[in-house]
């Protein structure tokens, strides 16, 4: 099984700051990684899939990068909404896929 | 739209069973490979089983093989979760989500319905 490892556990951010996750897999998962935002009380939305694609609808100031074991979500001027908590996925050995632990985003 | 709605969810004792269920809209049901995903409270996302579009392919997580059973009815756009032999480590909000593949990430989620197992 991959295990994936996602840090900080907790970022604070001021709204209009830029805001960088990381996600790390235990072996190669190639480009099939996923991240998800998920707000209180919600399911998961997907974000970004192929490590760098964004989802239909998703504003452009969410930008994924990274192959391999090494991955990163970005949000550049973060607004009020982007506050939730983000999980990247591996879905290159299947099954299982796997999810990493979480980032939280709070305000500063 | 795309919808996915669950129910099923409650309050079970310990060795207890409970059937949840998904019904789907806004997309073509019986082409979607579609799964369970569980999340203890305050915890992460834990993938717990998922079957393919006919049904004739269904893996599960190893916490919960031998335990849980998948289900599909494609005419009712319905998927579905029979959990027997319930734990309290079973205790989690469980989504279903929608996926085109087998090796795609879930594009879509239900809103969760919450399974409680406690004596």
């Known amino acids: 099984e991959i295990v994936m490892t996602q840090s900080p556990a907790t970022l604070s951010v001021s709204p209009g700051e830029r805001a960088a996750l990381s996600c790390r897999a235990s072996q190669s998962v190639s480009s099939n990684l996923a991240w998800y935002q998920q707000k209180p009380g919600q399911g998961p939305r997907l974000l970004i899939y192929?490590?760098?694609t964004r989802a239909t609808g998703i504003p452009a100031r969410f930008s994924g990068s990274g192959s391999g074991t090494e991955f990163t979500l970005t949000i550049t001027s973060l607004q009020s909404e982007d506050f939730a908590v983000y999980y990247c996925?591996?879905?290159?050995?299947?099954?299982?896929?796997?999810f990493g632990q979480g980032t939280k985003v709070d305000f500063k | 739209e795309v919808q996915l709605l669950e129910s099923g969810g409650g309050l079970v004792q310990p060795g207890g069973s409970l059937r949840l269920s998904c019904v789907g809209s806004g997309f073509t049901f019986s082409s979607s490979a579609m799964s369970w995903v569980r999340q203890a409270p305050g915890k992460g996302l834990e993938w717990v089983s998922g079957?393919?579009?006919?049904?004739?392919?269904?893996p599960y997580a190893d916490s919960v093989k031998g335990r849980f059973t998948i289900s599909r009815d494609n005419f009712k756009n319905t998927l579905y979760l029979q959990m027997n032999s319930l734990r309290v480590e079973d205790t989690a909000v469980y989504y279903c989500?929608?996926?085109?593949?087998?090796?795609?990430?879930?594009?879509?989620w239900g809103q969760g319905t919450l399974v409680t197992v406690s004596s």
């Open positions: 996925q591996q879905y290159h050995n299947w099954p299982p896929s796997t």
């Open positions: 989500a929608r996926k085109t593949s087998g090796a795609a990430p879930f594009d879509y």
């Open positions: 079957i393919s579009p006919a049904g004739g392919d269904t």
């Open positions: 192929g490590a760098s």
